[in-house]
């Protein structure tokens, strides 16, 4: 059975606060990606991952960083939160090539005070 | 203009009629496209593919596409409650990557 986990389902953070989102799969996928989720918004993709150690920015990835030093596991940094960061955050991860079948983890409501 | 539009909804409909949800894209190059059902709190899952112009179906699921309209709905028939979620349009862009509507809201009443 498939499985993508995330370290939290809610977190709540100070402005200015680093913070770290962490992702892990348990399907050998190469591909692993991160959402955040707004409502009117639809999923906007932030930075995904082809390989260790490889990234590439999604659409809104000012304000964020990524780190991939395992193939299972990609984490999400905020560096210095902020309130507009405020968001449902997905995270998820498909074979290379095969974008086709995303599979979502559970996802981490943040919320930045 | 959005990559991929979908209407916000709220969408309702009785039970055991037929849901009819529809989105745009404005990638004329797009190959692929995907509905994923988000239930509230949860996160999407996939529950339907196409990429051939035409229908498909999967159960009391219909998936169309239209690319030279740039138009791919789904329908839902005999709606059941348990069907009441969000409805993601998503469109492969590249191999590595895919754009999502922003979700039409369907509410199936008893």
């Known amino acids: 059975d498939v499985k993508v986990t995330q370290s939290s389902r809610y977190l709540v953070k100070r402005t200015g606060e680093k913070v770290f989102l962490e992702c892990v799969q348990d399907?050998?996928?190469?591909?692993m990606f991160w959402y955040r989720q707004d409502p009117g918004l639809g999923l906007r993709l932030i930075y995904f991952?082809?390989?260790?150690?490889?990234?590439e920015k999604g659409d809104i990835p000012e304000g964020y960083s990524v780190s991939r030093e395992k193939k299972e596991r990609f984490s999400l940094i905020l560096e210095s939160a902020s309130t507009n960061q405020t968001s449902m955050y997905l995270c998820?991860?498909?074979?290379?090539?095969?974008?086709?079948?995303?599979?979502f983890g559970p996802g981490t409501r943040l919320t930045v005070l | 203009q959005k990559e991929v539009e979908q209407n916000s909804g709220p969408l309702s409909v009785p039970e055991g009629a037929i849901a009819s949800l529809n989105c745009t894209y404005s990638?004329?190059?797009?190959?692929?496209f995907f509905w994923y059902r988000q239930y509230s709190g949860k996160s999407p899952e996939l529950i339907m593919s196409?990429?051939?112009?035409g229908d498909k179906e999967d159960g009391r699921f219909t998936a169309q596409l239209n690319k030279a309209s740039q138009y791919v709905s789904l329908l839902i028939r005999d709606s059941q409650p348990s069907d009441s979620a969000t409805y993601l349009c998503?469109?492969?862009?590249?191999?590595?990557?895919?754009?999502f509507g922003a979700g039409t809201r369907l509410t199936v009443k008893p």
């Open positions: 998820a991860s498909t074979y290379f090539g095969l974008v086709d079948t995303q599979y």
């Open positions: 399907m050998d996928h190469e591909n």
């Open positions: 991952s082809y390989d260790v150690k490889m990234k």
């Open positions: 990638d004329r190059v797009s190959q692929s």
């Open positions: 196409i990429y051939s112009n």
């Open positions: 998503a469109v492969k862009v590249n191999n590595n990557d895919m754009r």
